[in-house]
């Protein structure tokens, strides 16, 4: 039987999830954090860890007989989740600069404009709130 991690940070945990067609809900207060699955709309809550912002061992396999699902294929979400990370990372965003000093942002999964601007501040904030990528199983249809 694979092993699990003896840690995992709470964002990877976050990424496998999405990466499993779970989508958080927005949280009234506390550590309870709500995901419902994309199929079929069931809600299953878990608890962000508290101060060390990383899942032991214990509780991240709780959390995966919650889920309902084996290690290997929790494994895999994980694998899968970093993999698209580390694509989206790369091909998140063309930029082009324009003649007058003008960065344009386009988005590389809807390819929407994301920003205009002549500040490469302002793009990159654009970039990062950006909806396609904050959860890529919800992007808009192209």
């Not at 309870?32 to 699955?37: C, G, K, Q, S």
């Not at 698209?84 to 063309?94: K, M, P």
């Amino acid at each position: 039987m694979d092993k699990l991690p003896t840690q995992l940070r709470w964002s990877e945990f976050v990424a496998a999830l999405k990466y499993l067609k779970y989508k958080p809900l927005k949280s009234k207060r506390g550590a309870a954090r709500n995901f419902e699955r994309l199929s079929d709309g069931e809600v299953v809550t878990f608890h962000e860890p508290h101060g060390g912002d990383t899942l032991r061992q214990g509780t991240l396999s709780e959390y995966i007989r919650k889920l309902g699902i084996t290690r290997k294929e929790f494994d895999e979400a994980l694998s899968g989740a970093a993999a698209q990370t580390v694509v989206a990372e790369d091909e998140r965003f063309r930029r082009t600069l324009e003649s007058d000093g003008t960065i344009v942002s386009n988005c590389m999964l809807c390819f929407g404009l994301v920003k205009k601007s002549k500040s490469e501040d302002e793009v990159i904030a654009a970039e990062a709130a950006h909806p396609c990528w904050l959860l890529p199983a919800e992007a808009p249809a192209l």
